[in-house]
């Protein structure tokens, strides 16, 4: 299972929106609205940020949102904050009852 | 509150086995999923396998069959990993996760994560 394609990096200055890709196949991204994203800190354990491809959990802001087209979702983040300099992965349900996550993106806020 | 309690840190020699504890509480055990992944220096995620903690059925990964091995302890609400013939790829933080919603109704993502268990292989 290869792993899903996203940025190696996206960058914003405070306040802005950015969106983070994440291309899959058929097989997990386009098959599945199992798509979830997560938020990884330096040293930390991952954060659950957004799960079934638009929800987001309790205590999570609502600045960000996720959305699903084909075998591509998205991540946007909108009203860009210091904190949310981060690395994110997506990852999805597959087809072969497993997990795939994305090559992860570096977010930084200018 | 749910937490995940994972064992201490390892250093191994190439070829040997590590295994890991996740002590879970805050939850009834046997009504989620718990899943392991690791994720090496610069590398992404990955996603090593699955048990369900009611019934001890395991799913692993492709890439680990035959080296993972996954269980865990009712009495105790513990999960437990083993992996074996260790190289230096493996050298990396891994974590046992919580899969969100409960065994009837999953959601496919991992709602609470344990602080990792680092692991060195080096000779």
């Known amino acids: 299972q290869s792993a899903l394609t996203q940025p190696a990096s996206v960058s914003g200055s405070p306040g802005q929106s950015i969106t983070i890709s994440c291309t899959g196949t058929s097989s997990d991204v386009g098959g599945y609205n199992s798509v979830s994203w997560y938020q990884v800190h330096p040293g930390k354990a991952p954060k659950l940020m957004i799960y079934e491809v638009s929800n987001r959990p309790s205590g999570v802001s609502n600045r960000f949102s996720g959305s699903k087209s084909g075998n591509t979702a998205s991540l946007t983040i909108s009203g860009l904050q210091a904190e949310d300099e981060a690395d994110y992965f997506c990852s999805s349900f597959t087809s072969s009852i497993s997990y795939v996550f994305g090559t992860g993106t570096k977010v930084t806020v200018l | 509150q749910v937490q995940l309690v994972q064992s201490g840190a390892e250093v191994k020699k190439p070829g040997a086995s590590v295994r890991f504890s996740c002590k879970a509480s805050g939850f009834t055990f046997t009504r989620y999923y718990i899943h392991w992944m690791r994720h090496a220096p610069g590398q992404g995620l990955e996603w090593m396998g699955t048990v369900d903690p009611n019934t001890d059925t395991t799913n692993y990964a492709q890439p680990f069959r035959g080296r993972v091995t996954m269980a865990r302890d009712t009495s105790t609400n513990t999960l437990y990993m083993e992996l074996s013939s260790l190289r230096s790829e493996d050298a990396a933080v891994y974590y046992c996760?919580?899969?969100?919603?409960?065994?009837?109704?999953?959601?496919?993502?991992?709602?609470?994560w344990g602080p990792g268990t680092l692991v060195t292989v080096s000779s």
């Open positions: 996760a919580r899969e969100g919603g409960e065994i009837t109704m999953p959601t496919k993502s991992f709602d609470y």
